[in-house]
């Protein structure tokens, strides 16, 4: 197959692979996007010339790891472990403005895409916690003032609403460069034209879960598309960027959600 089409692997053994998915590409076969021929599904299926099994999901314009189970036993116990919660997930965003320093963010969201429009879907509780991680300030005019000031956001879903790290950064009034919906064009413009980065800088960057082949935690580091770390040494960020890597502790399952009962009530 054309090299172009072959996805980066980050881990691999007999009961599980983990790939880096580019911006862009869709995870599996959609009825929302008639009409594309290229899904990462399909894609890693020939580059291993066996069937998979996707766990989870990644939005078609955020880059970062995804999980495929190789054999059926795995995926049926690796998706109830995402089902419940029992994975956790870290991405690196992009964002305009300086970002709070920690905070935990829980703007209930409505379902997007439902049958019904949105204003009459039901509010669902969402939890998101971020943290900043660094800074930027450009001395150039995108708005109204004399600079523009960027940060570098770490965001931990703590549930798995649709678009949740985008609709709750936007929400707290500091939104994702490249988000052509819930940003601010000026911004997004000025990373294309100027800086070379022309779609969403939201990138999926560590998974933890319990192997259960192995009976132990698996740590999951997946390296930024390079454009992504170009603009992170543009920025003086290039110290925040992960690389490709796994590794494994002794810590014990999950036997609960990580999201505790509490943490995401519904709003009263």
Not at 26 to 51: C, N, P
Not at 203 to 223: D, K, N, T, Y
């Amino acid at each position: 197959m054309p090299a172009s089409d072959l996805l980066p692997i980050v881990y691999r053994d007999d009961t599980l692979v983990a790939v880096r998915k580019p911006s862009g590409l869709l995870v599996h076969r959609s009825a929302l996007a008639r009409g594309e021929t290229r899904f990462a599904l399909q894609l890693l299926r020939d580059q291993l010339g066996q069937r998979v099994y996707p766990l989870h999901r990644l939005d078609r314009p955020t880059s970062g790891l995804l999980l495929f189970a190789l054999d059926p036993q795995t995926a049926r116990e690796l998706g109830e472990a995402f089902t419940a919660r029992q994975v956790a997930k870290r991405y690196l965003a992009v964002v305009r403005g300086v970002g709070p320093e920690h905070e935990r963010l829980e703007y209930p969201l409505r379902e997007e895409d439902g049958s019904r429009p949105k204003a009459e879907m039901p509010a669902q509780p969402a939890c998101t916690e971020i943290r900043r991680l660094d800074s930027v300030e450009l001395p150039v005019r995108i708005d109204r003032y004399p600079q523009a000031r960027y940060s570098l956001i770490e965001a931990r879903p703590l549930s798995g609403r649709r678009h949740q790290i985008r609709r709750h950064l936007s929400r707290r009034g500091y939104p994702i460069i490249g988000d052509a919906k819930h940003g601010k064009g000026l911004h997004n413009r000025f990373f294309r034209d100027q800086l070379g980065c022309a779609r969403l800088l939201l990138a999926a960057v560590e998974l933890s879960l319990w192997h259960p082949g192995r009976r132990a935690m698996l740590h999951l580091s997946g390296a930024l598309e390079s454009d992504m770390q170009r603009l992170f040494a543009h920025f003086g960020w290039a110290g925040h960027a992960p690389t490709d890597a796994h590794r494994w502790s002794d810590a014990p399952r999950p036997d609960a959600a990580l999201v505790s009962a509490h943490a995401c009530e519904e709003p009263s």
